[in-house]
């Protein structure tokens, strides 16, 4: 019988033309800002993908070495190098040095012209100030460093500032809160493009513990409890609570455990934490939770449930919305890296 014909095959991905990354860089710029999403989009080189890479561009108004807020220096090339119209993403970084581009007539014009050319553009921390500086942040939801969302907000009203967003993407506008939340913004921006199993990949690839959700809280009240309770009061209380986190946690015990009458102890620990004991062995079992669904070590929700002290999934799922904006489902699939 005669061979069938053999199928034709695929064509590779067009990977002659690439997607032009353009970080901007100035005196005092936050190493982190740059490096850490730099780092993120450099681990593409290594992963086959379905169409154009990047291409990583750092620019200053007259190029050369550029000292960072650490004061290491990054090799730059001058900004009237890259035409606004070649950028596929402008990443404006921020540092202590921010506030005096504002003055820098050079760069703010070629931001300013820059902007409504690129497919999208990001501000990382304090970065956010100088989007806000040229208008486009006008009407939109925005993020930054948590010290300086007032500011932002105080100084541009017409901003929808989310004090405590990691990330935040409106339409073609995106802008993150400090230093590592340039990481998730990066990692986000590779899923828009390259979709999700890829993003997981590149976040393996960094060993990057969690790729957070942007509207997960810059800090978890766990961290804000400890944050908040100065003296440590509390802290040997915590490292028992996770020891039985499965058990009865009722005001009484903890009292006892703390030395304290539950009348004193429940007043004592909201002015030290900010929060009701209710709400502070909740926080623990979302944090006690979140790692069993990481290290998938347990199968089912339902059993990470009753291992964390919930009880039921339902009360999990109800607890991770609150905490984490995310369902415990929706963790586990986003994070376990599988």
């Known amino acids: 019988m005669p061979s069938k ?10 990977r002659t033309s690439t997607r032009l990354i353009a970080m901007v860089a100035f005196p005092g710029v936050t190493l982190l800002d740059i490096s850490g999403p730099a780092q993120v989009f450099a681990e593409l080189d290594a992963i086959e993908l379905p169409g154009p890479d990047y291409s990583l561009s750092y620019l200053s108004p007259a190029g050369g070495l550029v000292p960072t807020d650490v004061g290491m220096m990054i090799d730059t090339t001058p900004i009237e190098s890259v035409a606004p119209g070649e950028i596929d993403t402008l990443v404006i970084p921020g540092g202590p040095g ?3 581009i504002r003055s820098d007539a050079k760069m703010m014009n070629w931001i300013t012209e820059a902007l409504p050319k ?7 921390c304090l970065g956010a100030f100088a989007l806000a500086w040229t208008g486009i942040l006008d009407g939109k939801r925005a993020a930054t460093h948590w010290r300086y969302c007032p500011r932002l907000q105080d100084n541009f009203p017409k901003i929808r500032v989310e004090p405590n967003a990691i990330f935040v993407k409106d339409g073609r506008v995106w802008s993150s809160a400090g230093v590592s939340a340039g990481i998730d913004l ?3 921006m590779i899923e828009e493009d390259f979709g999700h199993t890829i993003a997981l990949d590149v976040a393996r690839r960094l060993v990057v513990f969690l790729k957070r959700p942007g509207g997960q809280s810059q800090f978890s009240t766990v961290l804000a409890a400890q944050a908040s309770d100065v003296e440590g009061r509390f802290s040997a209380l915590h490292a028992w609570i996770i020891e039985n986190i499965a058990s009865d946690l009722k005001v009484e015990t903890l009292a006892e455990k703390a030395g304290m009458t539950p009348r004193t102890f429940a007043r004592t620990y909201v002015s030290r934490t900010g929060m009701t004991p209710a709400s502070g062995v909740e926080a623990l079992r979302v944090e006690t939770a979140r790692l069993l669904l990481e290290s998938r070590q347990i199968g089912g929700v339902v059993e990470v449930a009753k291992r964390a002290g919930f009880g039921d999934d339902e009360r999990m799922r109800r607890a991770f919305l609150r905490h984490l904006g995310v369902s415990p489902t929706e963790y586990r699939n986003r994070f376990s890296g599988s």
């Open 186 to 188: 990066a990692l986000a």
């Open 118 to 124: 690129a497919r999208r553009v990001a501000s990382v």
């Open 98 to 100: 921010i506030w005096k």
């Open 5 to 14: 014909p053999a199928k034709p095959r695929p064509e590779p991905p067009d």
